[in-house]
């Protein structure tokens, strides 16, 4: 079955440190990469993708991701955390369409807390 | 603003009771999505659109039924709610040639 898996449910972080949020994926072939971020009470709001090409994707507010097709995993960073990042992190996975859906397959979510 | 629109917001209903929630786009996307939201479960699929006047189940269609009479709305419907239809629940929408997903706010449906 295709699947996500983000292992850790919660990420804390000191302001100013790096950050890394994790992604593995099992889905066949060569799918496309997102990653999303919820802030309480509001929708899902878009950060990046992979498609092809460069395995280091950089998206919104900062963030990046790092693609490795041999671990397949899409893991999210930031260099420098700010305390507005605290927010929940989902990873999603488009696999190859084997029906008409297109659909995005998410992970269980990731929250990360960054303290002051 | 374009974009996709979720009514209501939020919503308590009895067990038993039905409910129709609303989804509307205005950017003329073909494809449209209802997922729910659980905690530690992430987003799961209930059902989906390809296309004005066609439907297919996802991962989670039972106890759901949809419809898309029009091309810009996308109606999840409960026919007689139960406690573990209890969740918040996101439309999604996007243009056949693009990767680009649009979510909605969300309907947070609590079923006592």
């Known amino acids: 079955a295709q699947s996500v898996a983000q292992p850790e449910d919660q990420v804390n972080v000191a302001e100013g440190n790096p950050l890394t949020v994790k992604c593995t994926y099992s889905v066949s072939g060569n799918p496309y990469l997102f990653w999303y971020v919820q802030y309480p009470n509001r929708g899902l709001q878009f950060l990046l993708k992979?498609?092809?090409?460069?395995?280091l994707v950089k998206g919104s507010y900062g963030f990046e991701a790092e693609f490795n097709k041999s671990q397949t995993s899409f893991h999210l960073k930031k260099p420098s955390a700010l305390v507005s990042d605290s927010a929940l992190y989902f990873c999603?996975?488009?696999?190859?369409?084997?029906?008409?859906?297109?659909?995005?397959?998410f992970g269980s979510g990731t929250r990360l807390l960054v303290r002051p | 603003n374009a974009g996709v629109t979720q009514t209501p917001k939020f919503r308590v209903l009895k067990t038993g009771q039905s409910m129709t929630l609303l989804c509307a786009q205005d950017?003329?996307?073909?494809?449209m999505y209802w997922y729910r939201q659980d905690p530690g479960m992430g987003l799961r699929l209930i059902h989906y659109s390809v296309g004005e006047g066609t439907t297919a189940k996802g991962e989670v269609p039972d106890g759901y039924n949809v419809s898309r009479l029009k091309k810009q709305n996308f109606l999840l419907g409960l026919e007689s709610a139960a406690p573990s239809q209890t969740s918040v629940y996101f439309c999604a929408s996007r243009t056949g040639q693009s990767l680009d997903y649009t979510f909605g706010s969300g309907t947070r449906l609590t079923v006592v």
């Open positions: 999603a996975v488009r696999p190859v369409a084997l029906d008409s859906s297109y659909k995005l397959i």
């Open positions: 992979y498609i092809t090409g460069d395995n």
């Open positions: 950017m003329n996307h073909e494809y």
